[in-house]
T-cell receptor, first 113, second 110 residues
Framework: DQQVKQNSPSLSVQEGRISILNCDYT??????FLWYKKYPAEGPTFLIS?????DKNEDGRFTVFLNKSAKHLSLHIVPSQPGDSAVYFC????????????FGKGTLLTVNP | DAGVIQSPRHEVTEMGQEVTLRCKPI?????LFWYRQTMMRGLELLIY????????DSGMPEDRFSAKMPNASFSTLKIQPSEPRDSAVYFC????????FGPGTRLTVL
């Protein structure tokens, strides 16, 4: 059973607009959430994270929102740039294992010039 | 820092052969993780080590898979014998807090 779900396999947006990537989780023991970005032929790279004690974390063009009651988080990219085109993975950690990450299957973001 | 180093980057082998994947973690990181990525299952954790000791190997698919970490700067993932369904990209990651991934090894078993 997938504990971290990214229901949109792909997303296409225009350069300069907002990209919103969504993630849902089922395990209420998760207390830390991360987003990774992956380019072809490379490993995933850490992008931004959020603790369950917060509902928002911002880093430049990237903002992650957490809605614990809905077990939902989202990544906003504003403004989107062509270089943001990549696969984005949502990951969750917690439940007694401080270092074990559970990943979603990823969303392919394409930013069109 | 060179980041996490994995070798080889690509491996093509025939069914039944032994395959050994290698990983050098970032210096000072005390956690090391092995992941497998497939289209069907996404990115799944196989095993992880803390201070060279295996902590959780519940993700290892079967006895054909084994992993070792003889010292803080080296780990191997071995598949013996390999099967076509083992074809995937295998990632190594290391961590002191945030996980940093290597570039992966693309394994093809014919």
């Amino acid at each position: 059973d997938q504990q971290v779900k990214q229901n949109s396999p792909s997303l296409s947006v225009q350069e300069g607009r907002i990209s919103i990537l969504n993630c849902d989780y089922t395990n209420s023991m998760f207390d830390y959430f991360l987003w990774y970005k992956k380019y072809p032929a490379e490993g995933p790279t850490f992008l931004i994270s959020i603790s369950s004690i917060k509902d928002k974390n911002e880093d430049g063009r990237f903002t992650v929102f957490l809605n614990k009651s809905a077990k939902h988080l989202s990544l906003h990219i504003v403004p989107s740039q062509p270089g943001d085109s990549a696969v984005y993975f949502c990951a969750a950690r917690g439940g007694g294992s401080n270092y074990k990450l559970t990943f979603g299957k990823g969303t392919l973001l394409t930013v069109n010039p | 820092d060179a980041g996490v180093i994995q070798s080889p980057r690509h491996e093509v082998t025939e069914m039944g052969q032994e395959v050994t994947l290698r990983c050098k973690p970032i210096s000072g990181h005390d956690y090391l993780f092995w992941y497998r990525q497939t289209m069907m299952r996404g990115l799944e954790l196989l095993i992880y080590f803390n201070n060279n000791v295996p902590i959780d190997d519940s993700g290892m698919p079967e006895d054909r898979f084994s992993a070792k970490m003889p010292n803080a700067s080296f780990s191997t993932l071995k598949i013996q014998p390999s099967e076509p369904r083992d074809s995937a990209v295998y990632f190594c990651a290391s961590s002191a807090d945030t996980q940093y991934f290597g570039p992966g090894t693309r394994l093809t078993v014919l």
